[in-house]
């Protein structure tokens, strides 16, 4: 069982930046592609970025791209997502989630595990 553990959210003023942090534990993080999704309040959970298991094919929504980088460290079992340039409109949950394939996916139900979330909020 995959075990997925955020953090690193918190308050921020618009224009600044953040950075999210997962540490798995309890599988092969190194075989596992990986995920960011948010979700705001009364919306779906939408995909954010997403990693294959070497780092060498990224993908980003089209509300982040060019303001996020996704990056993974195998060694630490860890996924970041660093956030620059943030706007009130990124204020959400924030998921990170793993699959169970080398392959990244921009698909939510293609992802096998999930974390519990981390809280960004975005002041104006």
């Known amino acids: 069982q995959v075990q997925l553990v955020e953090s690193g959210g918190g308050l921020v003023q618009a224009g600044g930046s953040v950075r999210l942090s997962c540490a798995a534990s309890?599988?092969?993080?190194?075989?596992?592609?990986m995920g960011w999704f948010r979700q705001a309040p009364g919306k779906e959970r939408e995909f954010v970025a997403a990693?294959?298991?070497?780092?060498?094919?990224?993908y980003y929504s089209n509300s982040v791209k060019g303001r996020f980088t996704i990056s993974r460290d195998n060694a630490k079992n860890t996924v970041y997502l660093q956030m620059n340039s943030l706007k009130p409109e990124d204020t959400a949950v924030y998921y990170c989630?793993?699959?169970?394939?080398?392959?990244?996916?921009?698909?939510?139900?293609?992802?096998?595990?999930w974390g519990q979330g981390t809280q960004v909020t975005v002041s104006s």
């Open positions: 989630a793993a699959r169970v394939q080398p392959i990244a996916s921009l698909i939510r139900n293609e992802y096998n595990y």
């Open positions: 309890g599988g092969t993080f190194n075989r596992y592609a």
């Open positions: 990693i294959s298991w070497t780092g060498g094919t990224i």
